[in-house]
């Protein structure tokens, strides 16, 4: 299964906020999106990625304000990113390598999607149950 193949599974859906955006403007998308990570994307282009642990680690452990803070002073800018081809075992060895939940989908340097560690876990559950039908399939014949 692909990235492509998850996305269409899943939808496209892109989330997203401006650097200029202060942390707690982010936080609201977030909320209300009920997401884990936000894109950080401005004139088109990817710049960063804001997640629930940089808040954490960033803001609340640093004792900063999230409604002072720029998104752009705490996301992570250098956003690990995969193609619409990537298939499982590759989104899944890029997040345990790099100890990440969230992975942008580029396609002609746009970001198309956004993949999750629980979308590549369903696709991994999907697929074994397919495996296992197969195999009782076969064994019951």
């Not at 629930?52 to 996301?75: C, N, Q, W």
Request: include cysteine; hydrophobic fraction near 40%.
């Amino acid at each position: 299964m692909t990235a492509e193949q998850i996305l269409n599974t899943k939808g496209k859906n892109v989330y997203s906020i401006l650097s200029t955006n202060t942390v707690y403007e982010a936080l609201k998308v977030m909320g209300e999106k009920n997401i884990g990570a936000i894109l950080v994307i401005d004139d088109n282009n990817l710049k960063g990625i804001l997640s629930e642990r940089d808040y954490a680690r960033k803001i609340v452990l640093k004792d900063k304000s999230s409604k002072e803070t720029s998104v752009h002073e705490i996301m992570e800018k250098n956003v690990i990113t995969i193609t619409l081809s990537d298939n499982l075992d590759s989104c899944m060895e890029l997040m345990s390598t790099n100890r990440i939940r969230h992975l942008p989908v580029i396609d002609n340097e746009i970001v198309v999607g956004i993949i999750s560690i629980s979308d590549v876990v369903k696709a991994i559950i999907e697929s074994q149950k397919d495996t296992i039908n197969h195999l009782n399939s076969y064994i019951s014949q």
